[in-house]
């Protein structure tokens, strides 16, 4: 192929200045604390709080995401009505919106006095805006774009004729999804989980307004990071950032090996 040559030594270049030497920096950092220090660090009671709360508030939302965002992108394709464009632009809008203000309007929505918020803790009871409810959500928000925007265009190409096919040959609607049109989208489905668990896994500002940022209770790892650059503890920041970055790979590899699991057995 023409410019191969010239183009992957581009693409390396390119890779290595932006990535490679970047994630480096980050592990030769950490390289300068002894074992007992890095181990201390990493390990202690807030910092495997805010672990738990950041893996598992990712998770949820991703998840989520991948179920409503489904439901979306299908609406979207499927079905013509009024308003449709504005809709499909509204689902762009957490890409363009500073994070900060994302955090703004969810926490003036979803605390105790909010629109949404008095209803939900007055009724229901339930308080959102402080608590790790308010992680989950702020994260569902900020990932919903990446679920729909990679199932769509499956959708938009998918062969209708099979469902029809299978329609005339006595299958139902429950039948035909999920036998025909849920194997070809959930290789998408399973890409937009993970590119939206990997944005809310690094997610700063659209959460440390809605989370509250009480001690062991809605701190996210993030705001540890800052917390430890701010009191100039690189070290200590770059060796929580490394947990982070290992346990993201290791995640986004298996649901990148269930994802090809998937490819190959919906092309079987």
């Excluded at 495997?48 to 489904?70: M, P, R």
């Excluded at 003036?108 to 803790?121: A, C, F, K, Q, T």
């Excluded at 774009?145 to 959708?155: A, H």
């Excluded at 896994?201 to 209770?217: D, R």
Aim: glycine share 8%; proline share 4%; charged share 10%.
């Amino acid at each position: 192929m023409p410019g191969f040559r010239l183009s992957l030594g581009f693409t390396i270049f390119y890779l290595t200045l932006i990535v490679l030497i970047p994630l480096s920096a980050v592990f030769l950092k950490t390289f300068t604390l002894s074992w007992e220090s890095f181990w201390a660090t990493v390990t202690s009671a807030r910092v495997v709080a805010s672990y738990k709360l950041t893996f598992g508030a990712s998770l949820i939302g991703a998840f989520i995401n991948v179920i409503f965002g489904g439901i979306v992108a299908w609406v979207l394709v499927r079905y013509e009505f009024p308003g449709k464009r504005i809709v499909d632009a509204l689902v762009d809008l957490p890409f363009a919106l500073p994070t900060a203000v994302a955090g703004i309007t969810l926490t003036s929505l979803y605390s105790s006095n909010g629109w949404i918020g008095r209803y939900i803790e007055g009724v229901l009871g339930i308080k959102v805006a402080f608590t790790p409810l308010g992680v989950v959500i702020a994260l569902t928000f900020i990932g919903l774009p990446f679920v729909v925007r990679t199932v769509q265009p499956v959708l938009e190409d998918a062969e209708r004729e099979l469902e029809e096919a299978a329609a005339s040959l006595g299958a139902n609607a429950w039948q035909t999804f999920s036998r025909v049109v849920f194997p070809t989208i959930l290789p998408s489905l399973m890409t937009g989980f993970a590119l939206a668990f990997a944005r809310a896994t690094g997610e700063y500002g659209s959460v440390i307004f809605i989370a509250g940022n009480m001690p062991m209770v809605s701190e996210i790892t993030p705001l540890f990071i800052i917390t430890k650059l701010e009191q100039y503890d690189y070290a200590g920041a770059t060796a929580i950032a490394v947990v982070m970055l290992v346990v993201s790979f290791i995640l986004l590899l298996a649901i990148n090996l269930l994802q090809a699991w998937a490819r190959g057995k919906s092309g079987k």
